[in-house]
């Protein structure tokens, strides 16, 4: 396999693809076809993956530090892969599994996370402004002082997360699981908390009482 030819961008259509452990940081790879590509390990620090491909793709364990990540990761493996810094806004990860993972001041603003596993992750201080979180998986997952502002998170699971001073105004959590939620500050205006489950969640400082609204 060419690197350079690749990190040079002369190459579009790698579906399938080994890359496992290779270097394309720094890399031109817009609208390039990875899907169902081998990328565990793969370095692709600072690169441009603007609306490439990497749906169904395994991940595990790569670099995407400081990446354009503003693509398709339908149903792919994220699992303990480095997205610090990232830009995801009005990606599409759908399916996908994002346990373990570094989200570090990533941008998720407009990202499409229905069904995406998020489990126990560290999303302190994210930017989720209008994602859809649709029957995501946020269990124990850390949300402090992210934006959720508008977000769309009915169905979701978030029992035992941490959403301390979360900005959740006007969001929807129409049926979501929120057991046990730590929701302290959290600010909840306009926010819509039909038919979710509050048991045991802290909302202290959120002007709730403990049963929906």
Same mark, same amino acid.
């Given at each position: ?7 040079? #961008? ?33 370095? *692709? ?15 595990? #364990? ?10 398709? *990761? ?14 995801? $806004? ?24 229905? #069904? ?8 302190? &201080? ?28 009915? &169905? ?12 959740? $105004? &006007? ?23 039909? #038919? ?18």
């Amino acid at each position: 396999m060419d690197i350079e030819a690749i990190r040079a #961008g002369k190459h579009k259509q790698l579906p399938g693809v080994d890359l496992e452990d290779e270097d394309l940081s720094e890399s031109q790879l817009e609208k390039l076809n990875l899907a169902g590509a081998n990328l565990v390990g793969t370095d *692709f620090s600072g690169s441009n993956l603007k609306s490439a491909r990497l749906d169904g793709a395994n991940l595990l #364990g790569a670099n995407l530090q400081q990446a354009d990540l503003r693509a398709n *990761f339908l149903g792919a493996n994220l699992m303990q892969a480095d997205l610090s810094h990232a830009d995801l $806004r009005g990606s599409n990860l759908r399916g996908a599994n994002l346990m373990g993972a570094k989200l570090v001041q990533a941008s998720f603003a407009g990202a499409f996370l229905s #069904g995406t596993n998020l489990t126990g992750v560290n999303l302190q &201080g994210v930017d989720l402004r209008g994602a859809d979180l649709r029957g995501a998986n946020l269990n124990s997952t850390n949300l402090k002082g992210a934006n959720l502002a508008q977000a769309d998170l009915q &169905g979701a699971s978030l029992s035992e997360a941490n959403l301390e001073e979360t900005d959740l $105004r &006007g969001a929807n959590l129409r049926g979501a699981n929120l057991a046990g939620a730590n929701l302290l500050c959290a600010e909840l205006a306009g926010t819509n908390l039909e #038919g979710a489950n509050l048991e045991s969640a802290c909302v202290i400082g959120t002007g709730l009482s403990k049963s929906p609204v």
